[in-house]
Nanobody, 124 residues
């Protein structure tokens, strides 16, 4: 199972980006949770949002609630993270990962398949 994250870039404060996480290969059937995480320079990796692939339930970190929306397209084995009203503090490398569940804000210890990161920079 492999995950490919894309969609990062440079955006001004208040702008929007949509990140994409595409899954391929065997083993996806056993991973019901897809999560987004981010890591800013000098900081620990933190959970941003996750979605349960079958029932569609979601969870968000308080810092992104109301601004970020996670969604899925199971036919394409793809998860999206729509990020609106971006702030400079959202600047980080964003990673997607697969785990067994999506229960509450994702914890890095519960996700074991990781994609490469995509850089998001929010700056004027």
């Amino acid at each position: 199972l492999q995950l490919q994250a894309s969609g990062g870039g440079l955006v001004q404060p208040g702008g929007s980006l949509r990140l994409t996480c595409a899954a391929s290969g065997p083993g996806l059937d056993y991973k019901f949770g897809i999560g987004w995480f981010r890591q800013a320079p000098g900081k620990e990796r933190e959970g941003v949002s996750c979605i349960h692939r079958t029932d569609g339930s979601t969870a968000y970190a308080d810092s992104v609630k109301g601004r970020f929306t996670i969604s899925r397209d199971n036919a394409k084995n793809t998860v999206y993270l729509q990020m609106n009203n971006l702030k400079p503090e959202d600047t980080a490398v964003y990673y997607c990962a697969a785990g067994i569940y999506c229960i509450g804000v994702p914890d890095i210890n519960e996700y074991d398949i990781w994609g490469q990161g995509t850089q998001v920079t929010v700056s004027s």
